[in-house]
């Protein structure tokens, strides 16, 4: 399990990722059972070590819930703060907070491991760890501490870091625009976003930014772009099975259902769109949307 946890690791952020994905979804019945069995020996360097290879897997396909009971199973056994991972496992723990929309649990996490990684003094994590808590802030209305947070995180990760965090600086910058309601900014800078993760083929994040920009543009009253962007976005999201982003599509779908007057379809579309965000652990569907 660990040498096919660490062998898609380095596959799902390149073209491949699909078929890497696919594959870890096959063996999660093996997974699982390799990991309770750590859990019962108490073996935290083993179990980190293979947590630390799936987590990206976990939060993109919405198994949220188990990922962050087996963080917590294994972060707090003895010589788990030994482990080399230690501190990227933390700042993965506030990823999986964040999603769940707990933002205090995301902030300790993601300062715990921004300490770790300053004491260490190494710089590229130092710039994922800025760019989580600018996330946060983001979600947590804290916009003037989201830009200062986003800016810093930038300023590193364009220098060091690889195309996906430079694909995710304008993805970042374009939540920023909405919360602040910038909507032309927002629909620029998402479909930056769009093409940049198109061009290293992160076909999840090409939908992830698809159905951002699809809002955006729907909040700003332009229902025929934003039928076209959400549908890209929800196809890409069905066929690659990414139930938050088929959540977003679905709410979007339901939204435009609203205006053309069939109520009927619009709930049909919207509890669907919530039963998908809820049943992975995604907390509640933060699009501006639904709640209209």
């Given at each position: 399990?660990?040498?096919?946890?660490?062998?898609?690791?380095?596959?799902?952020?390149?073209?491949?990722?699909?078929?890497w994905?696919?594959?870890?979804?096959?063996?999660?019945?093996?997974?699982?059972?390799?990991?309770a069995?750590?859990?019962?020996?108490?073996?935290?360097?083993?179990?980190?070590?293979?947590?630390?290879?799936?987590?990206?897997?976990?939060?993109?396909?919405?198994?949220?819930?188990?990922a962050?009971?087996?963080?917590?199973?294994?972060?707090t056994?003895?010589?788990?703060?030994s482990h080399?991972?230690?501190?990227?496992?933390?700042?993965?723990a506030?990823?999986?907070?964040?999603?769940?929309?707990?933002?205090?649990?995301?902030?300790?996490?993601?300062?715990?491991?921004?300490?770790?990684?300053?004491?260490?003094?190494?710089?590229?994590?130092?710039?994922?760890?800025?760019?989580?808590?600018?996330?946060v802030?983001?979600?947590?209305?804290?916009?003037?501490?989201?830009?200062?947070?986003?800016?810093?995180?930038?300023?590193?990760?364009?220098?060091?870091?690889?195309?996906w965090?430079?694909?995710?600086v304008?993805?970042?910058?374009?939540r920023?625009?909405?919360?602040r309601?910038?909507?032309?900014?927002?629909?620029?800078?998402?479909?930056?976003?769009?093409?940049?993760?198109?061009?290293?083929?992160?076909?999840?994040?090409v939908?992830?930014?698809?159905c951002?920009?699809?809002?955006?543009?729907?909040r700003?009253?332009?229902?025929?772009?934003?039928?076209?962007a959400y549908?890209?976005?929800?196809?890409?999201?069905?066929?690659?099975?990414l139930?938050?982003?088929?959540?977003?599509?679905?709410?979007?779908?339901?939204?435009?259902?609203?205006?053309?007057?069939q109520p009927?379809?619009?709930?049909?579309?919207?509890?669907?769109?919530?039963?998908?965000?809820a049943?992975a652990?995604f907390?509640?569907?933060?699009?501006?949307?639904?709640?209209?």
């Amino acid at each position: 399990c660990q040498e096919l946890a660490s062998r898609a690791r380095e596959h799902l952020m390149e073209p491949v990722q699909e078929s890497w994905f696919a594959y870890l979804g096959i063996e999660q019945a093996n997974i699982r059972a390799a990991l309770a069995w750590l859990l019962e020996l108490q073996d935290s360097w083993r179990g980190l070590t293979l947590i630390e290879a799936l987590t990206w897997f976990w939060t993109s396909r919405g198994y949220l819930h188990e990922a962050a009971q087996v963080l917590a199973n294994f972060l707090t056994m003895p010589g788990a703060t030994s482990h080399p991972a230690h501190a990227d496992l933390l700042l993965q723990a506030a990823n999986i907070a964040h999603w769940q929309k707990d933002f205090a649990a995301a902030t300790r996490h993601s300062e715990a491991a921004l300490a770790l990684f300053r004491a260490n003094g190494n710089v590229l994590s130092i710039g994922w760890a800025l760019r989580q808590q600018g996330s946060v802030a983001i979600d947590d209305g804290r916009l003037d501490a989201a830009a200062a947070l986003l800016a810093e995180s930038q300023s590193i990760l364009l220098e060091h870091g690889a195309p996906w965090d430079m694909a995710f600086v304008p993805y970042l910058q374009g939540r920023l625009a909405v919360a602040r309601q910038q909507w032309a900014l927002a629909d620029h800078l998402f479909v930056a976003a769009a093409s940049a993760f198109e061009a290293i083929r992160d076909f999840e994040y090409v939908a992830a930014a698809r159905c951002r920009q699809a809002a955006a543009l729907l909040r700003r009253g332009d229902g025929e772009q934003a039928r076209a962007a959400y549908r890209e976005g929800l196809a890409l999201a069905q066929k690659l099975e990414l139930p938050y982003w088929m959540g977003w599509g679905l709410s979007g779908a339901a939204a435009l259902s609203a205006q053309a007057r069939q109520p009927a379809r619009a709930a049909r579309l919207l509890g669907e769109a919530l039963r998908l965000v809820a049943a992975a652990g995604f907390g509640t569907l933060d699009d501006g949307v639904a709640e209209a």
